[in-house]
């Protein structure tokens, strides 16, 4: 059955076939169904009818409030609503659709600088260093950043964090996402590897989202280099290819999802991590054997 499907995490409003039934409708909006509209000629939007606090993305009608969550437009027919294909064309849907993400009160906590404190860790480096992520709607600008800890890190190191070309490399274990970057000089073959995993949903409510982007646009990453007393050593932005965005917002989508309906997606995402770990026990071998490179 055509249905008009509406994502408020990827910002996209997009043409699908859906089952006729309720399960198809509840499928779509990723739980139970909420009647939000009828547009005139008799197509019904609906929504997620407990959206409220398990999802931060929201989208609306032009002029009317918005519903956090996903949302479906079908046709109706009859006294019953008698669910059939959805008429409205998807440029009409498009033009009337409005999304919306919490604004992060107060200053960021994310400005950072060389030679001062990072406020981030430190987490539990090893001897060949660390790499964690921190990723949402509160970290400007784009709403990710990657933080690497080293021990006494050398002059070399730093200026290639500085100045050295990044590879992004992108893998899923289950519900897991693991993000791999690679920084490498080509005139001298110096490369350094830092990886890291994450799940939206462990974030703090209204963060777990990502900022828009337009289009196929890159989206801006930032590299922080701590030592082993959280001291910046270095930091620089650096562009994601638009079809690594695509996959994180991807998995994003499918993570706030899982931890808006599964109580033990904390659980799952921990032993995803040891499965892969086990597999890929070095960011090298990692980076190389992901699927989704850039």
Do not use: W
Not at 201 to 207: F, I, P, R, V, Y
């Amino acid at each position: 059955m055509r249905a008009l499907s509406i994502n408020p995490y990827k910002g996209t409003v997009i043409e699908t076939d859906i089952p006729p039934g309720i399960d198809g409708l509840q499928a779509a909006v990723r739980g139970p169904i909420e009647f939000l509209h009828k547009f005139d000629n008799g197509d019904i939007l609906y929504g997620n009818g407990i959206g409220e606090g398990r999802f931060d993305a929201r989208f609306g009608l032009a002029g009317s409030k918005t519903a956090a969550g996903y949302g479906v437009v079908v046709g109706s027919v009859g006294p019953e609503n008698t669910r059939v294909p959805a008429v409205t064309s998807l440029s009409e849907l498009r033009s009337l659709v409005r999304f919306a993400v919490p604004k992060i009160p107060g200053p960021s906590v994310m400005k950072i600088s060389v030679g001062q404190p990072t406020g981030l860790g430190p987490f539990g480096a090893g001897p060949d260093g660390g790499t964690t992520i921190a990723i949402g709607g509160h970290v400007p600008p784009c709403g990710i950043m990657l933080v690497s800890e080293l021990r006494n890190p050398t002059k070399a190191e730093i200026n290639l964090i500085e100045t050295g070309r990044t590879q992004f490399a992108f893998e899923r274990e289950d519900n897991a996402a693991i993000l791999t970057c690679r920084v490498m000089r080509l005139a001298d073959r110096k490369e350094l590897f830092f990886e890291t995993h994450f799940h939206i949903g462990l974030e703090e409510e209204g963060t777990r989202f990502l900022p828009y982007r337009e289009g196929q646009d890159p989206r801006t990453v930032i590299l922080v280099l701590q030592d082993e007393n959280t001291i910046c050593r270095a930091v620089r932005p650096t562009v994601m290819p638009p079809h690594v965005c695509d996959a994180i917002e991807t998995a994003v989508a499918d993570q706030v999802t899982e931890s808006a309906t599964e109580a033990a997606f904390e659980e799952k995402f921990n032993a995803s991590m040891q499965r892969y770990y086990a597999r890929m026990p070095i960011p090298k071998i990692g980076f190389f054997r992901a699927r989704i490179k850039g």
